[in-house]
């Protein structure tokens, strides 16, 4: 199974702050990576795909980059809603596996 | 618009088997690939395994021995059994499409299930 190395694992941030999020794959997978925000209570929600890619209806604060086996997600202007947990996701091969999350959390 | 409903038994017995049900709407059942994800508390996502309208399907080898999912097509409706249960199958359990044949992102999910097992 190819591993997902998420970090940091909880993040203190600001309304308004600019934040990134690394996710790290313990082989190559290309460009076949996405992004998730779950919040308490909600459905699980798709932000990136294919690395970059902004799904549509995403506010386009949220980005993506990397490729390869180094990914980054970054949220800039941070808004209240934005205080959740992200997850990476490889869909290189099966079994398609989840980085560990990483809780964003109000300084 | 897809809709996503999903439902089955909360609390179960250690040995006992989790069976749980997604029913989806609002878009062809037979384009996409379906999935089971689930989170332990506090812990991360684990997929389960997935199914097409043909029946095939790829599981989680960690879960393989344990796990059935099935699909009822002209439902639009698939279904999780997981047996022997153990407190360690305690998690929020998870219906998901795939965006794309194949290994692939998830979207829409579903709400999610709790399930827990305890004695």
């Known amino acids: 199974d190819i591993q997902m190395t998420q970090s940091p694992s909880t993040l203190s941030a600001s309304v308004g702050d600019r934040v990134t999020i690394t996710c790290r794959a313990s082989q190559y997978i290309s460009n076949w990576l996405a992004w998730y925000q779950l919040q308490p209570g909600k459905a699980p929600k798709l932000l990136i795909y294919k690395a970059s890619s902004l799904e549509s209806g995403v506010p386009a604060r949220f980005s993506g980059s990397g490729s390869g086996t180094e990914f980054t997600l970054a949220i800039s202007s941070l808004q209240p809603d934005d205080f959740a947990t992200y997850y990476c996701q490889q869909y290189n091969s099966y079994p398609p596996t989840f980085g560990r999350g990483t809780t964003l959390e109000i300084k | 618009q897809v809709q996503v409903q999903q439902w089955g038994a909360g609390l179960l017995r250690p040995s006992e088997t989790l069976s749980l049900t997604c029913a989806f709407s609002?878009?062809?059942?037979?384009?996409?690939?379906w999935s089971w994800i689930r989170q332990p508390p506090g812990k991360g996502l684990e997929w389960i395994g997935d199914i097409i309208h043909s029946g095939t399907t790829n599981y989680n080898p960690s879960l393989k021995s344990r796990v059935t999912i099935s699909v009822d097509t002209p439902k639009n409706q698939f279904s999780l059994k997981l047996t022997s249960v153990t407190a360690a199958d305690t998690a929020i359990y998870y219906c998901a499409r795939h965006t794309t044949y194949g290994v692939a992102p998830f979207d829409p999910w579903g709400q999610g299930t709790l399930v827990t097992v305890s004695s």
């Open positions: 609002g878009e062809s059942f037979t384009d996409h690939y």
